[in-house]
T-cell receptor, first 116, second 118 residues
Framework: AQKITQTQPGMFVQEKEAVTLDCTYD???????LFWYKQPSSGEMIFLIY??????QNATEGRYSLNFQKARKSANLVISASQLGDSAMYFC?????????????FGAGTTVTVRA | DGGITQSPKYLFRKEGQNVTLSCEQN?????MYWYRQDPGQGLRLIYY???????QKGDIAEGYSVSREKKESFPLTVTSAQKNPTAFYLC?????????????????FGDGTRLSIL
């Protein structure tokens, strides 16, 4: 079964507007962490934001915020005031707490295209 | 600056040939990982290592091999047994849990190697 599901293969957003990228996850662990990465066309993976399962507040990092709804098992990424440089593929990933290693499970990704 | 270096950036493999992808890090991380990414898809874990001289299979280890003789290096060999090797390969590292790493610490990635069949 898929541990991370990203249902939006591609999205278009107007420059300066906000965009929400969906991510749902599946785990039976009580302790886990959720990560979002950005992958520009050049290929490198850039870490954006982290949300822990026990964090009471939604994570924020600059223009990135995470809408964490634990009961619904969703961790949606919100990018505010979109810029042309935000055009990239975005991946949601999960680290489950039951393991002693720090493996990540990745979703299929969402391609974001920002229009001028 | 600290980081992860992958080489080469592009690699071509002939039928029946083994090829080795290099991954070096100077972040002093104990844990290292290899992922495969197919076009338009997410990353899948091939192998990972938490300590020198030890490594574990990931989800798609068949047709691949690794070694971890030094903390800084985690080369991946794509063997002739891997029938569909064309993909983008990403190496990553992180602080290991055994080293006091916390679960909120992300994996850091290299720039990747694109492997194609000739």
């Amino acid at each position: 079964a898929q541990k991370i599901t990203q249902t939006q293969p591609g999205m278009f957003v107007q420059e300066k507007e906000a965009v929400t990228l969906d991510c749902t996850y599946d785990t039976s662990d009580q302790s886990y962490g959720l990560f979002w990465y950005k992958q520009p066309s050049s290929g490198e993976m850039i870490f954006l934001i982290y949300q822990g399962s026990y964090d009471e507040q939604n994570a924020t990092e600059g223009r990135y915020s995470l809408n964490f709804q634990k009961a619904r098992k969703s961790a949606n990424l919100v990018i505010s005031a979109s810029q042309l440089g935000d055009s990239a593929m975005y991946f949601c990933a999960m680290r489950e707490g039951g393991s002693n290693d720090y493996k990540l499970s990745f979703g299929a990704g969402t391609t974001v295209t920002v229009r001028a | 600056d600290g980081g992860i270096t992958q080489s080469p950036k592009y690699l071509f493999r002939k039928e029946g040939q083994n090829v080795t992808l290099s991954c070096e890090q100077n972040l002093n991380h104990d844990a290292m990982y290899w992922y495969r990414q197919d076009p338009g898809q997410g990353l899948r874990l091939i192998y990972y290592s938490q300590i020198v001289n030890d490594f574990q299979k990931g989800d798609i280890a068949e047709g691949y091999s690794v070694s971890r003789e030094k903390k800084e290096s985690f080369p991946l060999t794509v063997t002739s047994a891997q029938k569909n090797p064309t993909a983008f390969y990403l190496c990553a590292s992180s602080i290991a849990r055994r080293s006091g790493g916390r679960s909120n610490q992300p994996q850091h990635f290299g720039d990747g190697t694109r492997l194609s069949i000739l």
